[in-house]
């Protein structure tokens, strides 16, 4: 398969054109490393201008969406040590978070010294969902490109609850551990607007409906959620305007007793769905969903491309990807 | 524009059609108009300026845009039906 001669993005990917010397137009539009840093800082000090001047009324100065993964990890330890903050952790289990990684939430949150929250949406409800996406594209083509089905459905539930929760307490900034690859600079500091949210969420709201029934709702924003404006948090994605280092990553919060899950696929390091959300992806599409980022951390310079190239084309661990076929209930052979 | 909103298979879109509703750009890319927007007209989007008046169509971006540029310092001020 012919792939980007700079990233690693591969011919099947959407919207994908080669130059005479096999570079992508991704590549070709990439802005040199001076606008980048520039570009960090003016939204590292957009975000510390703002934490200043935060009025946190409540108990909480910001809400850690905390997968249990390296990033968001890294993410939560910064947030208490850099930035002192008073910080409620929230951990969404969808139902194939690794046991590991479990372990990993409850020794890093106490060695932060963090409140945390698990929130465990009804998994009837969880199943009907990941079965669905694992058959059918539900989303608009244009969330292929950065993740599969499943993982956008079930981060879209996450990034709605914990927005819930937000709002529920009044804590003013909601902050995710997205890596520069999954999120650019220019979406690190973002002012949740309630009729901006209120259209976002209706265009994955409307299709679990369908699959889930009336049952998924409550893990989306209800009306009392808009009525009250005021309460909108920011979200913050930290990674994207600081130094991204994953070796410096991996020695600090191996510090903090965290171990690296051997149950998860090479690139997610928290969630055992993972290898079939991939495995129905490369199926379908042609490529890994992980293509996106990790071309953007090879651009960036914060990660080798032959070890990219490498994390993408290992094969999925079939044994756990029958396992999660048996737990959701799927029969389909093809994927096997 | 047309690498935030198009790129996967040329659909159609009218100058007055929901980015949000046609599922053609998601929030990250919302963002990314916002800077790309800063850059190019050298003006500043506030924060409680993107909502879907200003940034969910065609239709909306150039009403925004419009706005924004005559607000811009040394910008001759538009007479009414000029």
Redesign the interface.
């Given at each position: 398969m012919r792939v980007c001669t700079k990233c690693v993005l591969p011919e099947t990917f959407p919207g994908i054109e080669f130059d005479e010397n096999g570079v992508c137009n991704h590549c070709r539009a990439h802005k040199q490393a001076e606008y980048t840093a520039s570009r960090k800082t003016q939204y590292r000090e957009k975000f510390e201008r703002l934490w200043a001047e935060r009025q946190a009324s409540g108990a909480y100065d910001c809400l850690m969406s905390y997968s249990g993964g390296k990033d968001s990890t890294y993410t939560l330890d910064l947030l208490a040590r850099e930035y002192g903050a008073r910080v409620l952790a929230v951990t969404v289990d969808n139902g194939f978070v690794s046991p590991t990684a479990i372990e990993n939430i409850r020794r890093v949150a106490e060695a932060v010294g963090v409140a945390h929250l698990f929130v465990k949406p009804r998994f009837d409800v969880l199943k009907k969902v990941f079965a669905a996406c694992a058959e059918r594209q539900i989303f608009p083509p244009k969330t292929l490109e950065r993740a599969s089905t499943i993982c956008t459905a079930c981060m879209a539930m996450v990034k709605f609850i914990c927005l819930q929760i937000a709002v529920e307490k009044n804590i003013p900034f909601v902050v995710f551990g997205w890596s520069p690859g999954q999120a650019p600079v220019t979406s690190s500091v973002f002012k949740n607007n309630p009729e901006m949210i209120r259209k976002m969420q209706e265009t994955v709201r409307k299709p679990l409906e369908e699959i889930a029934g009336g049952e998924i709702l409550p893990y989306f924003l209800q009306e009392e959620h808009f009525a009250r404006p005021e309460r909108f948090p920011y979200n913050i994605n930290p990674l994207a305007f600081l130094e991204y280092d994953e070796a410096r990553i991996h020695a600090r919060i191996e510090q903090l007793g965290w171990k690296k899950p051997e149950d998860t696929d090479p690139n997610s390091t928290n969630c055992l769905l993972n290898s079939f959300a991939n495995t129905v992806h490369r199926k379908q599409f042609g490529y890994n969903p992980y293509a996106f980022e990790l071309a953007e951390l090879v651009r960036q310079g914060t990660l080798d491309r032959h070890d990219a190239l490498a994390r993408l084309s290992e094969p999925e661990d079939g044994e756990m990807v029958h396992l999660v076929k048996k737990r959701l209930g799927i029969e389909q052979p093809q994927l096997r | 524009m047309e690498?935030f909103v198009f790129?996967?298979?040329g659909a159609e879109l009218n100058d007055s059609d929901?980015f949000?509703?046609?599922?053609?750009?998601?929030?990250?890319?919302?963002?990314?108009v916002?800077?790309f927007l800063e850059e190019t007209y050298g003006f500043s989007v506030a924060?409680?300026e993107?909502?879907?008046?200003n940034?969910?169509s065609v239709d909306n971006l150039v009403v925004y845009v419009e706005k924004k540029k005559a607000e811009m310092p040394g910008q001759p001020a538009r007479l009414m039906g000029a």
């Open positions: - | 690498n790129g996967l298979d929901s949000l509703d046609k599922g053609i750009i998601d929030s990250t890319g919302v963002l990314e916002v800077a924060d409680e993107v909502v879907p008046e940034f969910d």
